[in-house]
């Protein structure tokens, strides 16, 4: 016998908008723009803000000798 399975799901009707179906978002995220927890304390004593900071604007020599200062 070479029966095939039959599929017996129905397509899901999709034709229709139904409001309020679905996940929904209730609350919002509130980004808030913090400084680092190490900002005071940093392990290896750097302040790795100044030097990003030269970086990025691309002053790579004066981000090399922030890192060196000290």
């Not at 900071?53 to 890192?67: P, V």
């Amino acid at each position: 016998m070479t029966d095939q399975p039959i599929n017996m799901t129905r397509p899901l009707d999709l034709t229709h908008e139904k409001r309020n179906v679905g996940p929904q978002r209730i609350q919002r995220p509130i980004y808030a723009d913090l400084l680092p927890t190490c900002n005071n304390a940093c392990p290896a004593g750097e302040n790795i803000q100044a030097w990003l900071t030269h970086a990025q604007a691309g002053r790579f020599k004066e981000a090399w000798q922030s890192l060196t200062e000290n």
